[in-house]
């Protein structure tokens, strides 16, 4: 298992929060302005020269539209074949719930594909996402209720629903059993992970 020390783990979320600035052509102060922090604070953090708190990376967070995670993600080598093995998935914890990438991390071209695992009740959380690309569903085993631009598509295992990802969408299981389904995301703009757009809720009721 790999191992930071506090003084490396700053200095790559400073190099990360430049990265996604640049990637978004926003200016330090066009972004000072925007998480109403000062532009000598940001310039601070991108040269590791401050450590950042919780708060800080959600306003930059916010202010980037991006989930909090982005800050420490630890870009792979990009590949254009990429087996997952069902025993080596990066698995992210729901309130309801699991989060499993299938490889679209460490895959060279513009697809991501993920497997939700939630139990009855289960949601994405009380705001709906927009990314970049679009965006298919395939129900496994269970339902899954997805809303889509205020349209609800009640999914029974076989169903699937496509559409373009810059539309507002949520989804929720509303039981009485578990859901399983696999998400496909392609098509979205280099640079962008949109796949943790739907783990940004998540992030944030971590923080508050």
Known sequence: METFTREALFVDVGTRLKQLREERHTSMRALAKASNLSANALSMIERGLTSPSVSTLSKLAGALEVPITAFFRREPERQNIVF??????????????LWEDLGGDAFSERMEAFNLSLDAGGNSGQHAMMHSGCEFVLIVS????????????HMQAG?????????????????PGATNATIVIASFVNGDRPGEYHLAVRDQDEIN
């Open 84 to 97: 997952r093995p069902l025993s080596d998935r990066k698995q992210v914890p729901l309130k309801s719930g």
């Open 159 to 175: 169903d699937s629903l496509l559409f373009t990802a810059n539309l507002k969408h949520r989804w929720s299981n509303p039981g």
């Open 142 to 153: 269970g339902q899954l209720d997805y809303e889509v631009e205020e349209k609800c598509y």
